[in-house]
């Protein structure tokens, strides 16, 4: 087997295609649809609370006894968590960045 060396110039060459490859992605996910940052909160909040209510139904079906996979359900109760958690997370954040703002002496 043999190693064939890798000049510059082939280099170059991959650096350059992968930039326009990655400038020609980002101008097609633009393109595809453009979505402003209020929606982006209402489909992660809307997620977020889908999760809890299918941890919410899970959780019921095993303490009723419709379901013995205790496996799914802590799954399901752990997503909802870690959901919850990020969405107070950014609340947070938007709220420490708006306070940051309101400090800001014009």
Do not use: C, P, W
């Amino acid at each position: 087997m043999t190693i064939k060396h890798i000049g510059s110039q082939s280099l170059k060459q991959l650096d350059l295609q992968n930039k326009s490859d990655f400038f020609s992605n980002l101008n097609e996910t633009k393109s595809d649809k453009e979505s402003s940052f209020m929606d982006l909160l209402k489909n992660g909040l809307q997620e977020v609370n889908d999760a809890s209510k299918d941890a919410d139904k899970k959780s019921m079906d095993l303490a009723s006894g419709k379901s013995s996979n205790i496996h799914e359900t802590m799954l399901a109760v752990t997503k909802a968590e870690l959901g919850f958690n990020m969405m107070v997370q950014m609340r947070n954040k938007a709220i420490e960045s708006y306070q940051e703002v309101m400090r800001m002496q014009v």
